[in-house]
C-alpha cells in the first residue's frame, strides 16, 4: 500500500525550462513534507521540505508546492540546469512519530542541453 | 564529518549466504534508519532506531532480516538465508533528536543475491 506516490516515474526537460515534479499522498495524518534528490551511486540528500500550513515554499530556483484537499504536492524547479538531473524522491510524515519518514518510488529528471 | 558512512559498498553473494550490512552514523545523532531501494517500491523504511534502541521494526520484511545497534556509532543489518528477491541498494540514514530534522543517507550498500 503505496502512501506516497510518484506516478510519472521519468521527466525530460530542456535546459532553462521549469521542471515540475508531483507526488500524490493518501494519508491525511500526513503533516510534513519533503524533497530529497539523488545521484547515481550516492545516497539521497534532503532539497526542500513544507509544513501542512503552509501551502508553499520557496528556495532559490526550488519551490514546493502543497494542496492539502488534494492531497497532492509538486517541486517546481526554474531555470533547469544539467546539474539538476537526478532522482527525485517525495517523503512524508506524521507528527508525533518522531522522525518516521514514507517515500514515493522516485521520478528520475534528465535536464536536456 | 564524514557524513554517513557504509561498508561494503557492494555485496555479490549467492542464494543462502549470510549477508551483514555496516553502517557508522553522523557522530551525535540519535536516530538511525535502515532503507531498501528497489525500482517497484522505491525507498522502505525498513527499521529505525532511537538512542540505540529499536523503536519500529515494521518494514522488516521476514525474519531473514535482523537489525542492531550495539552503541551510538555503529549498526548492522543481516540476511539469513539471503534470496535473490533480496537484491537491492540498502541505505542507512541518521538525523538529530528534533522531529522536523531532516535525515542524512549514507552512499548505500548494493546487494546482489545470486
Known amino acids: 500500500d503505496q502512501q506516497v506516490k510518484q506516478n510519472s516515474p521519468s521527466l525530460s526537460v530542456q535546459e532553462g525550462r521549469i521542471s515540475i515534479l508531483n507526488c500524490d499522498y493518501t494519508?491525511?495524518?500526513?503533516?510534513?513534507f519533503l524533497w530529497y534528490k539523488k545521484y547515481p551511486a550516492e545516497g539521497p540528500t534532503f532539497l526542500i521540505s513544507?509544513?501542512?500550513?503552509?501551502d508553499k515554499n520557496e528556495d532559490g530556483r526550488f519551490t514546493v508546492f502543497l494542496n492539502k484537499s488534494a492531497k497532492h504536492l509538486s517541486l517546481h524547479i526554474v531555470p533547469s540546469q544539467p546539474g539538476d538531473s537526478a532522482v527525485y524522491f517525495c517523503?512524508?510524515?506524521?507528527?508525533?512519530?518522531?522522525?518516521?519518514?514514507?517515500f514515493g518510488t522516485g521520478t528520475r529528471l534528465q535536464v536536456t542541453l | 564529518d564524514a557524513g554517513v558512512i557504509q561498508s561494503p559498498r557492494h555485496e555479490v553473494t549467492e542464494m543462502g549466504q549470510e549477508v551483514t550490512l555496516r553502517c557508522k552514523p553522523i557522530s551525535g545523532h540519535d536516530y538511525l534508519f535502515w532503507y531498501r531501494q528497489t525500482m517497484m517500491r522505491g525507498l522502505e523504511l525498513l527499521i529505525y532506531f532511537n538512542n540505540n534502541v529499536p523503536i519500529d521494526d515494521s518494514g522488516m520484511p521476514e525474519d531473514r532480516f535482523s537489525a542492531k545497534m550495539p552503541n551510538a556509532s555503529f549498526s548492522t543489518l543481516k540476511i539469513q538465508p539471503s534470496e535473490p528477491r533480496d537484491s537491492a541498494v540498502y541505505f542507512c540514514?541518521?538525523?538529530?533528536?528534533?522531529?522536523?530534522?531532516?535525515?542524512?543517507f549514507g552512499p548505500g550498500t548494493r546487494l546482489t543475491v545470486l
Open positions: 494519508n491525511s495524518m500526513f503533516d510534513y
Open positions: 513544507i509544513s501542512s500550513i503552509k
Open positions: 540514514a541518521s538525523s538529530l533528536l528534533r522531529p522536523l530534522d531532516e535525515q542524512f
Open positions: 517523503a512524508a510524515r506524521v507528527s508525533g512519530t518522531a522522525s518516521k519518514l514514507t
